[in-house]
Structures are given as structure tokens and as C-alpha cells.
């Protein structure tokens, strides 16, 4: 098992910047693939990032939003800046077991999840 918990959410203005974290526990953090997930009110979850064997983003942050992590301290982290108000969303981290060469985008490829923190982006 893999325990999941995300912090850093807040309100933040327009053009703005947040850094969100995700702590692991379990199971040897380094073997998984950590991956970013987001879902706003009336709308489907949506892929955001994932850091593994690469690092890969989805279409609406490429360039705005950068993944991290630390194998030593179980933490991962998305830096996220110019910040839009469509990018207010409740942001999940997720985790799965690592795929060489695997791009995962889909919800249901991780097997982990986290309980969110609320990103609210104001205009």
C-alpha cells in the first residue's frame, strides 16, 4: 500500500504562482511513477502531470506547471505558475507502479490517490 497526502492548495490571483506537495508512505516511493491529477465542478478528472522514468505534462499547463520529486524524502511536488482561473480544481496526486517507457494519462492506470487540495484561481 501507498498512502498519499497533498498540501499547498489555496486561493491565488490570476498570473500567479502555487507550489503544491504530495507526501508518500508505504512502500519504496522511488519504484512508483507519481502523477498529478485535477478535476473542477461538472467536469471530468484530468490528467495534469506524471514524473517516473521522464516527466510529462498534459496539453493546458504544458510550459506553466513544473513536476518534481525526492526519492530520499517520499515527496513530489508540482510548482505551478501563470496561473488561470480555468485551472481552479481540486488537485489529486496519484501513484502507480513504474512503467519504463509507460505514458499514463488515464485516471484508471494508478492505483493510489491522495484526498486533493483545492486550487481556486481568481480572475
Do not use: H
Not at 491565488?12 to 512508483?32: D, E, I, K, W
Not at 478535476?39 to 513536476?67: L, N
Not at 484526498?115 to 480572475?123: A, L, P
Request: hydrophobic letters at 30%; proline letters at 2%.
Amino acid at each position: 500500500q501507498v498512502q498519499l497526502v497533498e498540501s499547498g492548495g489555496g486561493l491565488v490571483q490570476a498570473g500567479g504562482s502555487l507550489r503544491l506537495s504530495c507526501v508518500a508512505s508505504g512502500r519504496t516511493f522511488s519504484r512508483y511513477e507519481m502523477a498529478w491529477f485535477r478535476q473542477a465542478p461538472g467536469k471530468e478528472r484530468e490528467f495534469v502531470a506524471a514524473i517516473s522514468w521522464g516527466t510529462y505534462y498534459g496539453d493546458s499547463v504544458e510550459g506553466r506547471f513544473t513536476s518534481s520529486r525526492d526519492n530520499d524524502k517520499n515527496t513530489g511536488d508540482l510548482q505551478m505558475s501563470s496561473l488561470k482561473p480555468e485551472d481552479t480544481a481540486l488537485y489529486y496526486c496519484a501513484a502507480a507502479p513504474q512503467r519504463i517507457g509507460v505514458r499514463r494519462t488515464n485516471e484508471v492506470q494508478y492505483d493510489y490517490w491522495g484526498q486533493g487540495t483545492q486550487v481556486t484561481v481568481s480572475s
